[in-house]
C-alpha cells in the first residue's frame, strides 16, 4: 500500500468553525489530490497540488482552501464549516502528471458538521 | 469533455455467479479507463486500468474489463464472486491533465451466501 495517512480519521464540529484535515504521504510523489465522496456523486475533486506551494482549484472548491509547505504534507481547510460540507474526504497522490498514471487514495477522513 | 455513467447503483449475486458491472465513458481524447474498489471504512484501491495495447485487461482479485470503443464500454468482470468482493466500485476516466480523474456514482456489489 502506498503510504499515505490521513488524520483525524473522524471529526464532528460545529457549523461555522475551521478545520483543517491532514495527507501525509512517505512516497515523495510531487502531486497530491483532495477528494470529497458523497452518496451519488461519486468522488469529486475539491484542489490538487502539483508541488510545494502550487495548487489549483478543482470541481468543487468552493468554501475550501489548501496549503502544501512540505513535499509530504497537503492540508485542506473549511474556514467555516457549514452543513453541506458533511462528506468523506479523501487525499490521494500520484508520481507525474500523465494521464495513464495511478492515483493512490488514502484511508479518509469522515467530517460531520452538525 | 470526459464523463463515466456506471450502471446501476447496486448489484446483488450469489457466491460463485459471474460478476458483471457496468462503466460507459464519454471522451474527447483517447480514453484511459480505471477501476477502483472501496471495501466499508477504506480508502479507494486500483483494481486495474486500460491506458493502450490490449483491450481485455486482467486486475487484482481475478477481475478483469474489456475495453470496447464501439461501445464506449469498460465492463468489469469476474467468473465466480466470493464473498470477500462486496464492496464498492467505481469506474474512472482520465481527463485531459492528470488533475482530473472523472468518477462515476458507483456500484455496490453484494454477495449472497
Known amino acids: 500500500d502506498a503510504g499515505i495517512t490521513q488524520s483525524p480519521r473522524h471529526k464532528v464540529t460545529e457549523t461555522g468553525t475551521p478545520v483543517t484535515l491532514r495527507c501525509h504521504q512517505t512516497?515523495?510523489?510531487?502531486?497530491m489530490y483532495w477528494y470529497r465522496q458523497d452518496p451519488g456523486h461519486g468522488l469529486r475533486l475539491i484542489h490538487y497540488?502539483?508541488?510545494?506551494?502550487?495548487?489549483d482549484k478543482g470541481e468543487v472548491s468552493d468554501g475550501y482552501s489548501v496549503s502544501r509547505s512540505k513535499t509530504e504534507d497537503f492540508l485542506l481547510t473549511l474556514e467555516s464549516a457549514t452543513s453541506s460540507q458533511t462528506s468523506v474526504y479523501f487525499c490521494?497522490?500520484?508520481?507525474?502528471?500523465?494521464?495513464?498514471?495511478?492515483?493512490?487514495f488514502g484511508p479518509g477522513t469522515r467530517l460531520t458538521v452538525l | 469533455a470526459q464523463s463515466v455513467t456506471q450502471l446501476g447503483s447496486h448489484v446483488s449475486v450469489s457466491e460463485g455467479a459471474l460478476v458483471l458491472l457496468r462503466c460507459n465513458y464519454s471522451?474527447?481524447?483517447?480514453?484511459?479507463l480505471f477501476w477502483y474498489v472501496q471495501y466499508p471504512n477504506q480508502g479507494l484501491q486500483l483494481l486495474l486500468k486500460y491506458t493502450t495495447g490490449a483491450t481485455l485487461v486482467k486486475g487484482i482479485n481475478g477481475f478483469e474489463a474489456e475495453f470496447k470503443k464501439s461501445e464506449t464500454s469498460f465492463h468489469l468482470t469476474k467468473p465466480s464472486a466470493h464473498m470477500s468482493d462486496a464492496a464498492e466500485y467505481f469506474c474512472?476516466?482520465?481527463?485531459?491533465?492528470?488533475?482530473?480523474?472523472?468518477f462515476g456514482t458507483g456500484t455496490r456489489l453484494q454477495v449472497f451466501p
Open positions: 490521494a497522490i500520484s508520481e507525474s502528471r500523465s494521464r495513464t498514471d495511478t492515483q493512490y
Open positions: 512516497e515523495n510523489h510531487r502531486y
Open positions: 497540488s502539483y508541488g510545494v506551494k502550487d495548487t
Open positions: 471522451s474527447s481524447v483517447p480514453p484511459y
Open positions: 474512472a476516466v482520465s481527463g485531459v491533465g492528470a488533475d482530473k480523474l472523472i
